[in-house]
Every structure is written in structure tokens, then in C-alpha cells.
């Protein structure tokens, strides 16, 4: 008799198959059969047209590799365009899903690169678009270029260091700062004279932009915001906003002297011309007016009346386009205006959520501040 046959281990019969054995079965099922129905009614779209062809050696890993080195090729490369969906909301038919990561709870619209990362505070758009031409600046691993959108799921890096970016509202934020005389517009000044941004309060991020700008001896209304799109609308002639100020003359127009005034005067640097034009009495050499105009241009309401042969004592900017200098605030105090208005000036929306916020219902504040050398001084 033979002895019994010993039944071999799993390692020997692994070692024993045929390894196309299993390749050929897998083939052979009807669930990969190439003859067969596809299960999803959409597969034809990603059918290749030349028909079905057996890996090459060595390409599945290739195909892996290339996979990883473009970002074009990645399998959630879809989202830098399409975004994410909102928290129980339905992707779009026809577009695949992404997992991971949670999305942002507000989308927002596709902007230029170079907005967003100046809002971010990385730099100016003057320096973005330099660093876009050198080629310092990528989007979703692939070289920037100039007038480029991104939104949300986009990665934006600077010199290979990805930028955290937000692309929800960011309010703006505006200061009221009613100018004394003997303060000058400028952050540095030759002459050491002292500057209104000494008076103002520290920024965490970003700087305070002026609207515009007064004279050493003029007082009143002055803007403050930190954003830059808002100081633009604001200034930019295009936008014709009407600024208006009180104005103490040594003497009395003629009649003859206002209708030239409101009509249009030639000066160095062109024609000009007050939009309004309002007498408002005075006591001896003095009298006051109201003018209004809707450029900025340096010492223009002095220059207009000096060529009608009047000089000007004393002049106030009592508005800036819809915003007025309140009655309350003294010279040298600032106040900021509140979230609603500040939004409503720069023509967004009032951030959801905010209208009821405890810090809303309290009433402005005025601050009174000293220049920050004057401590030093003491």
C-alpha cells in the first residue's frame, strides 16, 4: 500500500499556482467580461475609444509617479475648479464628490489672485503681479498667471509656502477723525511735524489707508479705512464724490466773483468749479459759505477763491460724500463707524448674524487721543 498523501501548506500550494492562473480567472468572470453590459449608465463617458488594452510592464507605476508630479492628473484635482459643496447640500449631477476635508460653511465667488492675496495682507497688487511674472506664486501646484480667478478648495502658494485664505466677507472697517489744524496727511514727514496717524489706534493686520487728504491748516472730516477697494471707490475720480466745506473769506463775494465760482475758473492745473455755492453770514471782515465740490485736488478751494482775488482764513470739511462730520466729535477725537454703515458705504451686504450682536446695540464711542511721541516728550 501507498502512504497516505500529506496535504501541502498553504505557503508550497501558493508557491505552485500558476500566476496566470488567477489573471486568466479574473478575465474569464462575467462581472469583467468586456462583452458585457456596464453596471453604471454613465461608464461610456470614461470608455476609452480605442478599446480596452493590457497594462505594459512597469506602467501601472509610472502612471502612479505622473499621477503625483502633475497636479492636473491628481484624482481630487476637480476640486481646485469646482469647489466643495456647503454642509447638506447635493453636489451637482454628474460631478464627482469629494471626501475629506469638511467645506467652508460660506462660498463666495472666484476672485483675482492678486485681490485676494493683497486682502490677505501678503502684499501689494503692484508686488503680486511682479512676483506672478517671476514665476514665485503657483495655483494648485501649476504656475500662476496674471488676471488668474481661484475661490475656495484653491491652493495658492508664495515662494512654495501655501497662503491660508479666506473667501468669506470681511467687513471693512472705517474711522471718522475730525483733523485739527497743524497735522499733516503723511506717515513720514522731513520737517517732524506731527501726523494724524499718530493719533489712531493700532491694526493687528494690515494699516489704516486715508480718504483723501487736508491741508496742514485745514481742519475737519477725515476718512480712515483698511480696505484698500474701499479707499479706491472712495477717492477715484470717477466716482465724483461730492466733498463740502465751510469756508471763512476776508471779505464778501460779488455776485459777479460766485458765478464764475459755480460756472468754471481756469487754473495751473485746469478748470474748476464748485457744484454748490451757499452764503452763510459772518460778523466784520469775516463771512462764511458752504461750498461743494467733487474733486480733490491739492489746495483747490483756496487756489479758486485766490483767483477771484479773495483769501481764505479758515476752512472745514464738514462732509465726504454721504458721510458727515458729526456734531459730537471734537477735534482730535476719532470714532468708528459701525459695522451696518461701514458695509452699506462700501456697497456689501451686512454679515448675517451680526445686525444683533451685543456690541452693535452699544452706543459709539468718541476717543480723544495724544500723538504717541507726546509721552516721550513728557
Not at 454613465?42 to 475609444?49: C, E, G, I, R, T
Not at 475629506?100 to 492678486?114: C, Y
Request: proline content about 8%; glycine content about 10%.
Amino acid at each position: 500500500m501507498r502512504p497516505p498523501l500529506k496535504k501541502k501548506s498553504d505557503a508550497v500550494e501558493i508557491l505552485d499556482r500558476d500566476p496566470r492562473s488567477g489573471r486568466a480567472a479574473h478575465r474569464e468572470s462575467p462581472a469583467h467580461d468586456d462583452d458585457a453590459q456596464p453596471r453604471h449608465k454613465d461608464a461610456h463617458l470614461n470608455a476609452d475609444p480605442r478599446g480596452s488594452r493590457a497594462p505594459r510592464p512597469g506602467a501601472a507605476g509610472r502612471e502612479a509617479g505622473r499621477s503625483q508630479d502633475d497636479p492636473a492628473r491628481r484624482p481630487d484635482a476637480y476640486h481646485s475648479a469646482l469647489g466643495r459643496p456647503e454642509r447638506g447640500e447635493r453636489a451637482p449631477r454628474g460631478r464627482p464628490q469629494g471626501g475629506g476635508r469638511a467645506a467652508p460653511t460660506t462660498l463666495s465667488e472666484p476672485e483675482r489672485l492678486q485681490k485676494v492675496l493683497a486682502q490677505a495682507g501678503v502684499a501689494s497688487r503692484r508686488e503680486i503681479e511682479e512676483w506672478v511674472v517671476a514665476g514665485r506664486i503657483s495655483v494648485n501646484g501649476l504656475p500662476a498667471a496674471l488676471g488668474q480667478k481661484v475661490g475656495p478648495g484653491d491652493r495658492v502658494k508664495v515662494n512654495g509656502k501655501l497662503v491660508p485664505l479666506r473667501f468669506t466677507q470681511r467687513s471693512p472697517r472705517v474711522l471718522m477723525y475730525h483733523k485739527p489744524e497743524g497735522e499733516i496727511v503723511s506717515r513720514d514727514d522731513p520737517e517732524g511735524r506731527p501726523t494724524v496717524f499718530e493719533r489712531l489706534p493700532l491694526l493687528r493686520k494690515g494699516r489704516w489707508l486715508a480718504v483723501g487728504r487736508l491741508d496742514f491748516n485745514t481742519s475737519g472730516l477725515l476718512l480712515f479705512t483698511n480696505d484698500g477697494d474701499l479707499a479706491n471707490k472712495l477717492m477715484h475720480p470717477r466716482y465724483e464724490l461730492e466733498r463740502e466745506y465751510a469756508v471763512r473769506l476776508l471779505g464778501e463775494l460779488t455776485e459777479e466773483q460766485a458765478k464764475s465760482l459755480t460756472e468754471g475758473i481756469q487754473l495751473e492745473d485746469g478748470p474748476a468749479k464748485f457744484t454748490g455755492l451757499r452764503d452763510e453770514g459772518g460778523e466784520g471782515a469775516n463771512h462764511w459759505y458752504r461750498v461743494t465740490i467733487s474733486e480733490g485736488r491739492n489746495r483747490e478751494v483756496r487756489r479758486m477763491f485766490e483767483a477771484v482775488g479773495l483769501t481764505v482764513s479758515r476752512l472745514m470739511r464738514v462732509r465726504y460724500g454721504s458721510v458727515e462730520l458729526p456734531a459730537r466729535l471734537k477735534r482730535g477725537m476719532w470714532m468708528e463707524m459701525p459695522e451696518a454703515d461701514a458695509c452699506s458705504l462700501a456697497g456689501l451686504p451686512v454679515p448675517q448674524g451680526r445686525s444683533q450682536d451685543e456690541r452693535a446695540k452699544r452706543p459709539t464711542k468718541m476717543h480723544r487721543t495724544q500723538p504717541h511721541g507726546a509721552a516721550k516728550m513728557r
